[in-house]
């Protein structure tokens, strides 16, 4: 089997140093130092002309000159000279490298161009390359120092990857007396062509890489980024610390939503769609990263709090409030056990105090309880220093004690030098030390919402009552109207009339190009009526004087068209003016709300909901979201807003129907996904009219898109193009669409159809109950990189969940996985040879080469078919499965078999 470009970088056999060199305090002699005094147990070749011998080995002049097998160069010579050494590593056969030189894109236009150059050379010879312009990398496991760094890492379970070459070498020092080990240590550099995106993939199958800790200042691949993070993080947390919270730029937008939903909030809305946990402070990254390489994370809120005084107690409830939690309640059973050895005068209540004077047994005798108590997910345990404090005796009882315990436990041990010997006591057993009680609440919350994110993303969102009813033909006609005419701002009437396409409720609203227009637009619609400027150069209408409302009759229509574009032309004279559109005058509202899009250019569309009116972006209240939206998304976005509240009905308020506003949000999604060639949208306000909603301001803008349709977003959308009819044998009509996150129901009814022989044959064992956990690996499917086709049944049949064909891609799409299962009333019926074909056909589109698959010898139906459809079968050496694989693409079939050994 041929080994990936990322193992040869981290698990290399041989190396080779290009720019090794015997100066002292040069980068050169700093890699060969580094990889001899780690003990690299594979063959180092030293590359540089000057040199017969460097440290002891033989140094070569030119890479091409070792006639041996290299797994991986490291490259740390002047930049300009590095194309050349790319196309030597080539002629080498060498296919994974690592820049270390620097000059490249940082220094401007000159770097650019031979950062081009590098990677012009790297693709001609197949090399995957790392940085320049980075520290290298440490892999203890492989004792893999391949960095310049000035210490070692210490072997253990967190993987750690930065921009930053200089916090690399900070984190190495400070990881040390720490006791915190890595199983990768990554500095990226320029990410010219390996990012993060790849590096997360590798570590995600990865079974020492526990966590992943990440400094950040960009991205580059936004999309690979989030599939690729958005599958790791179900298996390990993901950390980023993500520098640079600038809203600069957002001051320029011509809407409302374009001011409020800056790059920073994109960015904290993919981390959450994607479940990492976003930091602020290297602090808080250093924290985290002690915490998750030291315990497990915790599975409930309930934190529980031993101090033994009180101030430390009331700063840690105190950071709790700032995460909206309070500490847990302590049970009547664990109030009287720890009655049975706390003074009469304890606090009683958590945080639990114990008291200046506690000893050694008191701590651990707490500690003990506390552990013990079914209503404590975790644990603050604080020491502060006082005449009878014993901080060294303490760590002695507590560390045996808690070293090693289910929930995660962290020790504050507050004085510095005066508890040294304590801490060092506590590090040594793996309990995670923190200085202050703010550090150890933050840590413990950032873990637990962590877990609490995976948990929502999980959740299975609710179908809709009928499909999304949208009339894309129409508001393309429409778009594609005003682009014509070089789009930019659209009017309010031509806005309305494509949320109208999408089903977005809006008032009605019609053009008047005169004061007499106005009079027989107002007579036809019905007084009260409201007049607004109709002017496609004119985003916020109040504040030029735009705007007349609650108009009862002709005389005040009239007078209101008037005041309306004289006062305008005199704020605007360039300002290009329709007449005005007369709207129905809606009720008094409960609220006023804005849901709005803003394009990103690097993440794409944003969804933003929140508080809206001429007031909103004072109130600030307002959250944001990536699309594609689904219901669930939909009501967690609209739950992130304190006018939530007021939603849900407030004091006399009535409840809205939150429902019917999920679904607007949804439509909304829909609209943004399908046309990537709206930069802003705005409405506001969203009218609350007893309980309904109704758009009676919108605002659109366009230009032509770079990009087609769906590729202009981050996360992929659900692909309704693999969408097909089709009928069984019998002439049952089926429907093969790609699987949702709400099918849940649908997949747990149809394995209940399934025999515990079709269960065996398609999952290799047999499995009694099928849990929710299970299940949403099925139906949350990441569309970028995995699909399951199901086939339903269609009228005039029930609708129920037949069969089902599934593949996995790998990341570069060389080759994927796939399965098939039909349950059993609709076996014999031709369905499994159909979605076979269809998912090799999406696979195809795909880019996909090579479709493999794993089938028991005894399962000969399934055997028999998949050699009618092409497969080439191979039994494998203990012949209980056949490795089963199509050829896809028009390649050589010598280049298939190189992707697969």
Request: proline share 7%; glycine share 8%; charged share 20%.
């Amino acid at each position: 089997m041929r080994r990936s470009n990322l193992d040869l970088l981290f698990k290399p056999e041989s190396v080779a140093v290009i720019g090794a060199s015997e100066k002292e305090h040069s980068i050169g002699q700093a890699l060969i130092h580094n990889l001899l005094k780690d003990e690299f147990p594979g063959k180092i070749y030293p590359v540089n002309r000057k040199y017969q011998e460097i440290l002891g080995l033989p140094a070569y002049p030119v890479v091409t000159a070792v006639k041996a097998p290299i797994d991986l160069a490291i490259i740390a010579i002047p930049i300009r000279d590095v194309p050349s050494a790319m196309q030597e590593c080539g002629e080498a056969g060498i296919s994974t490298a690592i820049i270390i030189s620097a000059g490249g894109k940082e220094v401007g236009k000159p770097g650019k161009e031979i950062e081009a150059a590098i990677k012009a050379e790297a693709q001609k010879a197949g090399i995957r390359y790392l940085g320049p312009n980075c520290l290298g990398v440490l892999c203890p496991s492989s004792k893999l120092h391949a960095s310049f760094a000035p210490h070692c890492a210490q072997p253990g379970n967190l993987a750690f990857i930065s921009q930053s070459g200089a916090l690399c070498s900070s984190i190495l020092g400070w990881a040390i007396p720490k006791k915190i080990g890595f199983s990768h240590f990554i500095s990226v550099g320029s990410m010219a062509d390996l990012d993060f995106g790849d590096l997360i993939d590798y570590l995600g199958n990865e079974e020492q890489a526990k966590s992943i800790v990440i400094y950040m200042e960009n991205l580059t691949q936004h999309r690979k980024f989030m599939s690729a993070a958005r599958s790791v993080s179900r298996i390990k947390p993901i950390i980023v610390i993500k520098a640079g919270r600038s809203r600069a730029g957002a001051q320029a937008a011509a809407s409302h939503t374009g001011a409020m939903a800056g790059a920073d909030r994109a960015y904290n809305a993919a981390f959450r769609r994607a479940g990492i946990i976003r930091v602020d402070t290297i602090g808080q990254l250093f924290d985290c990263a002690e915490a998750l390489g030291k315990v497990k994370r915790p599975i409930g809120g309930s934190l529980g709090i031993i101090s033994n005084a009180g101030a430390p107690g009331v700063m840690a409830v105190d950071a709790l409030g700032r995460w909206d939690m309070e500490p847990a309640a302590l049970s009547a059973e664990t109030l009287e056990q720890l009655d049975e050895f706390l003074p009469p005068y304890w606090s009683r209540s958590n945080p639990i105090d114990i008291l200046g004077d506690a000893p050694p047994e008191r701590y651990l005798w707490a500690v003990q309880v506390a552990m013990a108590a079914p209503e404590l997910a975790g644990l603050v345990i604080i020491l502060s220093p006082q005449a009878m404090t014993d901080p060294t005796g303490v760590a002695r009882a507590l560390a045996p004690e808690v070293k090693g315990k289910g929930r995660p436990i962290f020790a504050v041990w507050m004085g510095g030098d005066d508890v040294a010997e304590g801490v060092q006591i506590l590090n040594d057993a793996g309990i995670p030390t923190f200085e202050t009680p703010e550090q150890a609440v933050d840590t413990f919350m950032e873990m637990w919402f962590y877990t609490r994110y995976l948990e929502l993303l999980q959740d299975t969102p609710p179908r809709l009552t009928q499909e999304l009813s949208v009339n894309t033909r129409q508001a393309r006609t429409f778009m594609a109207q005003c682009l014509s005419r070089q789009g930019g701002v659209l009017t309010e009437l031509e806005s309305k009339a494509i949320l109208s396409a999408y089903g977005v409720p809006v008032n009605p609203t019609v053009a008047a190009s005169s004061a007499a227009d106005a009079v027989g637009v107002a007579e036809m619609l019905g007084f009260p009526v409201a007049l607004k400027i109709n002017s496609p150069d004119i985003s916020h209408k109040s504040e030029v004087g735009g705007m007349r409302f609650n108009l009862q009759n002709e005389s005040e229509v009239m007078r209101a068209y008037e005041e309306i574009t004289s006062t305008v032309r005199a704020r605007n004279p360039e300002a290009n003016i329709l007449g005005v559109t007369v709207q129905t005058q809606e009720r008094e509202p409960t609220c006023e709300l804005i849901i709005g899009s803003k394009r990103d250019p690097d993440f794409g569309p944003l969804i933003l909901f929140g508080a809206g009116g001429v007031f909103t972006e004072v109130l600030d209240d307002s959250a944001v979201d990536l699309p594609p939206l689904n219901l669930l998304l939909a009501r967690r976005l609209i739950e992130k807003t304190k006018v939530s509240r007021v939603l849900e009905g407030y004091r006399n308020l009535p409840p809205a129907n939150l429902d019917q506003l999920a679904e607007i949000l949804v439509r909304i999604s829909q609209l943004v996904t399908d046309f990537p060639e709206i930069v802003e949208l705005d409405i506001n306000p969203l009218l609350v009219i007893n309980g309904r909603f109704v758009a009676v301001d919108a605002r659109v803008i366009i230009e032509p898109a770079e990009v087609p349709a769906p590729r202009h977003l981050i996360i992929a959308p659900y692909p309704n193009q693999y969408e097909s009819d089709w009928m069984l044998r019998d002439g049952t009509p089926v429907l093969m669409r790609p699987m949702k996150p709400e099918d849940e129901p649908l997949v747990s009814e149809f394995l209940g159809k399934c025999s515990e022989e079709t269960i065996y044959f398609r999952y290799f064992k047999l499995i009694k109950k099928w849990t929710h956990e299970m299940l949403i690996r099925f139906t949350q499917n990441d569309y970028d990189r995995e699909l399951g086709l199901m086939a339903i049944g269609q009228p005039p049949g029930p609708e129920v969940m037949m069969g089902v064909s599934r593949m996995v891609m790998a990341a570069d799409r060389s080759t994927a996985e796939f399965a098939v299962i039909v349950a059993d009333p609709w076996q014999g019926k031709g369905l499994g040879p159909k979605l076979v074909e269809r998912l090799s056909e999406i696979a195809r589109e795909q880019g996909v080469k090579l479709l493999t698959g794993d089938v028991l010898a005894q399962n000969q139906p399934m055997l028999e078919m998949v050699k009618r459809l092409g497969f080439s079968l191979r039994k494998d050496t203990e012949g209980g499965t056949y490795r089963v694989e199509l050829a896809l693409q028009d390649a050589d079939r010598r280049e298939v078999e190189a992707v697969t050994g």
